[in-house]
């Protein structure tokens, strides 16, 4: 299993504005079909260059849906938030192989 991770850094000029977008934006990444959940978090931490920092999360069904969103789908939905937001974001992406889970099961 792998997770395709969006770190997003946004200016504080446009955070209510990204924000709304990015919750517009998780469906239709998860409508591709390629990925089976997202997640959005805030990353709290001060940022030195200022502005709030998010994570989003995908977790891929598969090595293979990941391959083919990044050949099929990335292009296009990256181009959006670049056109809206390029001088005010900041964003970089890395790939998170799902090695074992752990659950705490309290009786």
Known sequence: MYIYNVTVN?????????????????????ATGKFKEAK???????????????????????????????????????ADGLKRFADKMLAFRTELQIIDEYTVNFK
Do not use: N
């Not at 200022?50 to 598969?62: C, D, P, W």
């Not at 990941?66 to 292009?75: C, F, P, R, S």
């Open 10 to 30: 946004i200016d504080d000029s446009a955070h209510d504005e990204w924000l709304k977008w990015i919750k517009e934006h998780i469906p239709q990444v998860l």
């Open 40 to 78: 959005l978090t805030k990353v709290l931490v001060e940022e030195e260059m200022g502005g709030q920092t998010y994570s989003i999360q995908y977790r891929s069904y598969s090595r293979e849906a990941l391959d083919a969103y990044y050949k099929e789908d990335a292009d296009k939905l990256q």
